[in-house]
Nanobody, 123 residues
């Protein structure tokens, strides 16, 4: 059973930056693809970014491309999301997830999820 714990959320002004982290335990970290998703109030959970096992390949949602950077450290069993140039529309609960399907962008492909961390971007 994989356990994930996110951290790093908070309140930031538009244009600012935050770095989210996700710590994993209970599984073979390097064997999983890892993704970030987010969910705003009243909206469905949406894909943000995914990174492959070796941290070579990544995919980003169009809405965050060029502003967010996903990374992972297989030795420390952690994943990060560096978020720059934040916008009010980035406000959401951010979740990390692990799965086995290659660079999947749909939540259904991820069986393990963290509890989420709130990111609020003010004007």
């Amino acid at each position: 059973q994989v356990q994930l714990v996110e951290s790093g959320g908070g309140l930031v002004q538009a244009g600012g930056s935050l770095r989210l982290s996700c710590a994993a335990s209970g599984g073979t970290f390097s064997s999983y693809f890892m993704g970030w998703f987010r969910q705003a109030p009243g909206k469905e959970r949406e894909f943000v970014a995914v990174i492959d096992r070796s941290a070579i390949s990544t995919i980003y949602a169009d809405s965050v491309k060029g502003r967010f950077t996903i990374s992972r450290d297989n030795v420390k069993a952690t994943m990060s999301l560096q978020m720059n140039s934040l916008k009010p529309e980035d406000t959401a609960v951010y979740y990390c997830a692990v799965g086995s399907f290659i660079l999947a962008t749909t939540p259904r492909a991820y069986p393990y999820w963290g509890q989420g961390t709130q990111v609020t971007v003010s004007l």
